[in-house]
């Protein structure tokens, strides 16, 4: 079976922290939290979970099928800054202007060159032979 989706949420959290993994010690630490990522239906809780735990979110790796878009989409909405790879690309094939579209928080994508072929409607070959110029589009 394929895993869930989850949400990476950087921020602080106590060095002892049992979720973060990280070392015993006082004071706080810049971690990563790995949270279960809302199912569909769910993308109203994010703006909660957000508000508790995260400045920024991870998203793409481990997403697929129909679920990917409302949930890509509830994130780039809340106007936190986004790292987005993998099927969190996905709803942009064909309209990567949409990515930046009504957006004023950090947007970062890290496609590799499958990924940013179909984001910009390019064969993988294509992309390779142009990386820097396919890559500043």
Avoid: N
Wanted: charged share 25%; proline share 9%; net charge negative.
């Amino acid at each position: 079976p394929r895993a869930r989706s989850r949400l990476e949420l950087p921020g602080d959290v106590e060095r002892d922290d049992p979720v973060s993994g990280s070392h015993r010690g006082r004071g706080k630490t810049p971690c990563t939290r790995v949270q279960p990522w809302p199912a569909a239906g769910e993308e109203g809780q994010l703006e909660e979970l957000l508000e508790r735990r995260g400045d920024a979110v991870v998203l793409g790796p481990g997403m697929s099928g129909d679920d990917a878009a409302p949930l890509v989409h509830a994130v780039l909405s809340t106007g936190r800054p986004t790292v987005l790879d993998a099927d969190g690309l996905a709803p942009f094939a064909g309209e990567p202007e949409q990515l930046a579209r009504g957006r004023t928080a950090p947007l970062i994508i890290t496609p590799h060159a499958g990924e940013l072929g179909r984001l910009l409607g390019r064969s993988s070959a294509e992309i390779g032979a142009r990386r820097l110029a396919s890559a500043q589009e």
